[in-house]
């Protein structure tokens, strides 16, 4: 990998762990980064996925307190990657 594409996955990571505190889901964050940042959906969806499997524990705490909070929920282990193709 080369030094501009970790950077630019840095970049991501960093935007992800922004929508995390505003407690976004990952569907919301993919469209916000997409509309704010110009970061292609199946991008932001890729790293989120690899984020939650690195940090599984978080993820399901993350979910957990989204739920209790009333945030509108979704599955992501049943989401496919079909979810987040570009139309």
Known sequence: MSDSSASYIHMVQRLIEECIIFNMSREECMEALSKHANIKPVITSTVWKELEK????????YEKNREAKGYQT???ENCSDNDTRET
């Open 54 to 61: 690195e940090n599984k524990e978080f993820f399901e705490s």
């Open 74 to 76: 979704e599955k992501t």
